[in-house]
């Protein structure tokens, strides 16, 4: 059981550029997470995803998209990077449950130069 | 937003239980109150959860009044390994992108 995996550990990206952050969950949860953390600050929610097939917009969208094809995997989308996008981006997932717990992933740490 | 607020940062040392209280004046009748460690480098870890009164499990006890505004996470005989970076987050899973993390609790124990 790997729980949830973030591809890549880390990236480079020049201003302008295009990525794609991977998470993968094998605990068949519904509901899964995109966080970023800038340093010494806590996370803020920027989409989320309540099953297949279904996103929405968190805190801090503005500058990316996402999309939930296959319910274990979420996709983080930065379409043209910008220096503001630097950060760590942590995916996380959580069962249909009332309660709030959620799983976390490793991180992705994010340079954009 | 379902919004909390912490203090920055405590200070303990060694074989002290700590207790750290999070402001959540306007939580909802839904709400569920969870409590998060990190550490650096890492993707925050669950610790404890529960909806009123008093919840216990092998870690941490949380403790929430009946008004449900407030609630004190306790950590019974801290060691080193448990300096990190606590959050309190209030919300439940079928309303998700209400609830915000907000900047913790910097628990810092010293020997």
């Known amino acids: 059981n790997a729980g949830v995996t973030q591809t890549p550990k880390f990236r480079v990206l020049k201003t302008g550029q295009s990525m794609t952050l991977l998470c993968a969950q094998d605990m068949n949860h519904e509901y899964m997470y995109w966080y970023r953390q800038d340093p010494g600050m806590g996370l803020r929610l920027i989409h989320y995803?309540?099953?297949?097939?279904?996103?929405a917009k968190g805190e801090v969208p503005d500058g990316y998209n996402v999309s939930r094809l296959k319910k274990q995997n979420f996709l983080l989308g930065l379409e043209s990077a910008a220096p503001s996008q630097t950060s760590v981006y942590f995916c996380a997932s959580s069962p249909p449950t009332p309660s709030y717990e959620q799983y976390f992933g490793p991180g992705t740490r994010l340079t954009v130069t | 937003l379902a919004k909390t607020t912490q203090p920055i940062s405590m200070d303990s040392y060694e074989g002290q239980e700590v207790n750290i209280t999070c402001s959540h004046n306007?939580?909802?009748?839904?709400?569920?109150i969870t409590w998060y460690q990190q550490f650096p480098s890492q993707g925050p870890r669950f610790i404890i959860q529960g909806y009123k009164t008093k919840v216990t499990n092998e870690v941490a006890s949380l403790f929430i009044p009946a008004d449900r505004k407030s609630s004190t996470l306790s950590l019974p005989r801290v060691s080193l390994s448990d300096t990190a970076v606590y959050y309190c987050?209030?919300?439940?899973?079928?309303?998700?992108?209400?609830?915000?993390f907000g900047d913790g609790t910097t628990l810092t124990v010293k020997p």
């Open positions: 306007n939580i909802a009748t839904n709400d569920y």
């Open positions: 987050l209030v919300g439940f899973n079928t309303n998700a992108g209400k609830s915000t």
């Open positions: 995803s309540v099953g297949e097939g279904t996103t």
